[in-house]
């Protein structure tokens, strides 16, 4: 078969293969089931296979370059502006085989297994952490129906629970009480699991140095920097700190035209879990900054003098992203800014 790039159209049971040859035209158009994918490809020659980087893209993308395949991840919403006309399986591998040859595209670094087991434990985590607080409101607006309250905070809710258990048959009835002391036993079986799977990624932290180093950065901790260090395997895609910011949508949508420059609120594209996680260590940091006496504490005071705190708190995780793809990128650690 005389093909040179191929655009597949992956899902569950049924994929889409769109193939030309080196001089752009048609030769391979089909329908495969997922059982007959690694016999297609194995029978043609190595060339340039694009898909877009959705669920399972990484799997295929590690199977196809083991056959010797030049395999290229592009996201979703860029391979969009290709598609013509309709929407359906062949004209998406058409698009995705023309977006794959464009100079000027944007490619996802393929994921190795053992950093999406990382990534599995990360969202595992934020599941269960949802699960949790989830519990606790519910125990919480139950409580509160029979008089029963405790401080705000998921650390207090160990104390709402033992008002429970020692709240008399006139102030709290029996029938309720069972069913708050069952949504008690699976917070403290969350809490466990949670724990256990922190573990596992202070395990990982210290034997990847990459992470090690993130974990330098003030307001990046082990969660976030063993979060980045699994997600940016390849740190050399971005020219920049501020374009890695923007891929983290830390950046101030545009709206410009005509010359004039319009910057709107953040554009809030790519991956929203590390965003969340830079924004929360940038809220630590600037709590910890009003009573320092260090150059960025000074910077962020200053910086609070004249915006809101929730601008300054962006400001700063835009700041620690732009640290962080330096410290990737060079292989160092953070360094703090000194005093003038």
């Not at 410009?256 to 830079?278: A, E, F, N, Q, V």
Request: charged share 25%; with cysteine; aromatic share 4%.
């Amino acid at each position: 078969m005389n093909v040179t790039t191929i655009g597949i159209d992956i899902a569950k049971s049924v994929f889409q293969v769109h193939g030309v040859d080196a001089v752009g035209q048609v030769t391979v158009t089909k329908k495969l089931r997922r059982a007959e994918v690694m016999r297609f490809f194995e029978a043609i020659p190595a060339c340039l296979v694009g898909m877009e980087a959705c669920a399972t893209a990484h799997f295929w993308a590690r199977e196809l370059s083991a056959l010797g395949h030049q395999v290229r991840l592009m996201p979703p919403s860029y391979v969009k502006a290709y598609l013509r006309r309709q929407k359906n399986d062949a004209a998406d591998a058409e698009a995705i085989c023309e977006a794959v040859t464009r100079p000027t595209m944007r490619f996802v670094p393929i994921k190795s297994a053992e950093r999406q087991g990382v990534l599995v434990l990360h969202r595992t985590r934020e599941l269960l952490v949802r699960q949790r607080t989830m519990l606790i409101n519910a125990i919480r607006g139950h409580c509160a129906e029979f008089g029963i309250i405790a401080p705000q905070g998921a650390r207090r809710a160990c104390e709402l629970v033992e008002q429970v258990r020692q709240a008399g048959a006139g102030e709290l009835p029996e029938l309720a009480r069972s069913a708050l002391l069952r949504l008690a036993e699976q917070l403290c079986t969350l809490a466990t699991e949670i724990h256990g799977l922190e573990r596992q990624l202070l395990a990982w932290h210290r034997q990847d140095e990459a992470s090690q180093r993130l974990a330098t950065i003030p307001g990046i901790g082990i969660i976030t920097a063993t979060a980045l260090s699994a997600a940016v395997t390849d740190p050399g895609l971005f020219r920049s700190g501020r374009e890695f910011a923007a891929f983290l949508g830390l950046v101030p949508r545009q709206n410009s035209s005509g010359g004039k420059d319009r910057l709107g609120r953040i554009s809030k594209m790519g991956d929203g879990y590390l965003r969340k996680l830079l924004v929360v260590g940038a809220t630590s940091v600037i709590r910890r900054a009003r009573t320092s006496t260090s150059a960025s504490a000074s910077w962020i005071n200053a910086l609070l003098e004249r915006r809101p705190a929730r601008v300054v708190t962006v400001a700063m995780a835009n700041k620690n992203a732009r640290i962080a793809w330096a410290v990737l990128k060079r292989g160092e650690v953070y360094r703090p800014p000194v005093m003038a």
